[in-house]
């Protein structure tokens, strides 16, 4: 059964840093057929891609994040990280780990529950 | 960049919901669209790939298809636990990211 957690902290100050983690279970962070990616969602609003990271090291950005955006895994934790830096209030959000499946060819088929995190001084 | 859906959709129970998805020859006509269903609360789920592909375990009431930059979803004999929010995505080949619509709320009366 495939669970994906995220985990990190609720509350982050304005010019910040944040991290977050997604810990994997019935996959494997360095599977040739996944990679696993970020998506956000302001309360109330839609979808936003993040970014993708697959083992071999390749990664996808949304341009108007990459600037501010760094993401990592670490296989022998089987899991998968999220850096944002120069947080504002508009980077409050819900946001989900999720994996990308050759099965399903390579759209987001799993998403974890979701981590909200909320920018305030 | 950006997917288009219309903000809200309102069908009687056990009719049929069509919700629209418009991109461009980048995106949606590139490579096709997923549907993803969200309830309040909860995290978003696969309904359809790549325009007409259902994962394992959806329902046949779900059906996806595409028409040039255009693709929808069609649900059948709509149920209580069909309202939701629906969003579509697609691989967006300029930006080299996916890209989602704003979502539809689709309300069952």
């Known amino acids: 059964q495939l669970q994906l957690q995220e985990s990190g902290p609720g509350l982050v100050k304005p010019s910040e840093t944040l991290s977050l983690t997604c810990t994997v279970s019935g996959d494997s962070v360095t599977s040739s057929d996944s990679y696993w990616g970020w998506i956000r969602q302001p309360p109330g609003k839609g979808l936003e891609y993040i970014g993708s990271?697959?083992?071999?090291?390749?990664?996808y950005y949304n341009p108007s994040l990459e600037s501010r955006v760094t993401l990592s895994i670490d296989a022998s934790k089987n899991q998968f990280s999220l850096g944002l830096t120069s947080l504002t209030a508009a980077d409050t959000a819900i946001y989900y780990c999720?994996?990308?499946?050759?099965?399903?060819?390579?759209?987001?088929?799993?998403w974890g529950q979701g981590s909200l995190v909320t920018v305030s001084s | 960049a950006g997917l288009t859906q219309p903000p809200s959709v309102s069908k009687d129970l056990r009719q049929t919901a069509t919700l629209t998805c418009t991109g461009t020859?980048?995106?949606?006509?590139?490579?096709?669209a997923a549907w993803l269903q969200q309830h309040q609360g909860h995290p978003p789920k696969l309904l359809s790939y790549r325009n007409h592909n259902r994962p394992s375990g959806i329902s046949e009431r779900f059906s996806a298809s595409r028409s040039g930059n255009t693709a929808s979803l069609t649900i059948t004999g709509l149920q209580p636990e069909d309202e939701a929010d629906y969003y579509c995505?697609?691989?967006?080949?300029?930006?080299?990211?996916?890209?989602f619509g704003g979502g539809t709320k689709l309300t069952v009366l």
């Open positions: 995505s697609a691989w967006d080949s300029s930006l080299s990211a996916w890209v």
């Open positions: 999720a994996r990308g499946s050759e099965g399903t060819e390579y759209y987001f088929d799993f």
């Open positions: 020859s980048s995106d949606v006509g590139y490579q096709g």
């Open positions: 990271v697959y083992y071999s090291g390749f990664t």
